[in-house]
């Protein structure tokens, strides 16, 4: 079982910045691939990023070059640096974490999610 708790998320004006980080309570955080999702009102949840256990990672084409995912295994933790954020951006980030060695784009346990609001 996967417990994950994100934080970090807020209001910001555009061409700003946010991070975004997701504590896993879990004995082994390092077999697990993690991912942020995102899900603006009235649409789809969308893939964000992802990265394997060992640090590769995939990025959403909405996002490359702006966003940065990392983690941290000694922490337990994933990070989302999201950089130049645009009103579009706005949404409810979530984490998520799949056991498994390669990136992935679905997830197993989901985290509650965390409020990013863009203003123009």
């Known amino acids: 079982q996967v417990q994950l708790q994100e934080s970090g998320g807020g209001l910001v004006q555009a061409g700003g910045s946010l991070r975004l980080s997701c504590a896993a309570i879990?004995?082994?955080?390092?077999?697990?691939?993690m991912g942020w999702f995102c899900q603006a009102p009235g649409k789809e949840r969308e893939f964000v990023a992802g990265?394997?256990?060992?640090?590769?990672?995939k990025l959403g084409d909405s996002v490359k070059g702006r966003f940065t995912i990392s983690r941290d295994n000694t922490k337990n933790t994933v990070y989302l640096q999201m950089n130049n954020l645009k009103p579009e951006d706005t949404a409810v980030y979530y984490c998520a974490a799949k056991r498994s060695i390669v990136v992935v784009t679905t997830y197993d346990y989901w985290g509650q999610g965390t409020q990013v609001t863009v203003s123009s």
């Open positions: 990265i394997s256990r060992s640090g590769s990672n």
């Open positions: 879990v004995r082994t955080f390092s077999s697990y691939a």
